[in-house]
T-cell receptor, first 109, second 112 residues
Framework: QKEVEQNSGPLSVPEGAIASLNCTYS??????FFWYRQYSGKSPELIMS????GDKEDGRFTAQLNKASQYVSLLIRDSQPSDSATYLC?????????FGTGTRLQVFP | ETGVTQTPRHLVMGMTNKKSLKCEQH?????MYWYKQSAKKPLELMFV???????ENNSVPSRFSPECPNSSHLFLHLHTLQPEDSALYLC???????????FGSGTQLSVL
């Protein structure tokens, strides 16, 4: 059973801090990795994709991929209360996109 | 405003009812998906349509019946559901061969 694991949280960080969200996956052959943000009562929204080892930055968001260790991370710099949401990690494994259960992030003022 | 529209937003049905969920995408995509999201569980892929042909049926019970009449519309027909089928049902679309999904707002389904 190919899996994607995330800590369910909540992860609580103060406004302005860096939030670090982590995800591990079991299929070593996975090639594509995604982070979706889901506000309460809303649908998931793609915020980052990463395909090769290293860091990928987009505004306040940085995705980090380490295929040897089979983990992918999302860093949110200068966290804002509006970043409070559940963050879903998704991994392309063979021909399927497998989601984690998500990590709930709370950013408090 | 999302490019993927789902109706209804909320649905309450009895176990003997028949209802349908509707999804429409305005993004010009050629692949459409049904996902189920239950509390504390990962998103579960139910069905995939590519160019209006079903390419994936992820061991979903026959009480769920999808229909894709064209590349812009997707339906999920429901009959004789069980209380454990209560969940958020999400439609998504993507360009053909692209893994990035665009989700609709979902239908929150309650089966009594």
């Amino acid at each position: 059973q190919k899996e994607v694991e995330q800590n369910s949280g909540p992860l609580s960080v103060p406004e302005g801090a860096i939030a670090s969200l982590n995800c591990t996956y079991s299929d070593r052959g996975s090639q594509s990795f995604f982070w979706y943000r889901q506000y309460s009562g809303k649908s998931p929204e793609l915020i980052m994709s990463i395909y090769s080892n290293g860091d990928k930055e987009d505004g306040r968001f940085t995705a980090q991929l380490n295929k040897a260790s089979q983990y992918v991370s999302l860093l949110i710099r200068d966290s804002q209360p509006s970043d409070s949401a559940t963050y879903l990690c998704a991994v392309r494994s063979t021909d399927k996109l497998i989601f984690g259960t998500g990590t709930r992030l709370q950013v408090f003022p | 405003e999302t490019g993927v529209t789902q109706t209804p937003r909320h649905l309450v049905m009895g176990m003997t009812n028949k209802k349908s969920l509707k999804c429409e995408q305005h993004l010009g995509h050629n692949a459409m998906y049904w996902y189920k999201q239950s509390a504390k569980k990962p998103l579960e892929l139910m069905f995939v349509y590519s160019l209006e042909e079903r390419v994936e049926n992820n061991s979903v019970p026959s009480r769920f019946s999808p229909e894709c009449p064209n590349s812009s519309h997707l339906f999920l027909h429901l009959h004789t559901l069980q209380p454990e089928d209560s969940a958020l049902y999400l439609c998504a679309s993507s360009p053909l061969g692209d893994e990035k999904l665009f989700f609709g707002s979902g239908t929150q389904l309650s089966v009594l």
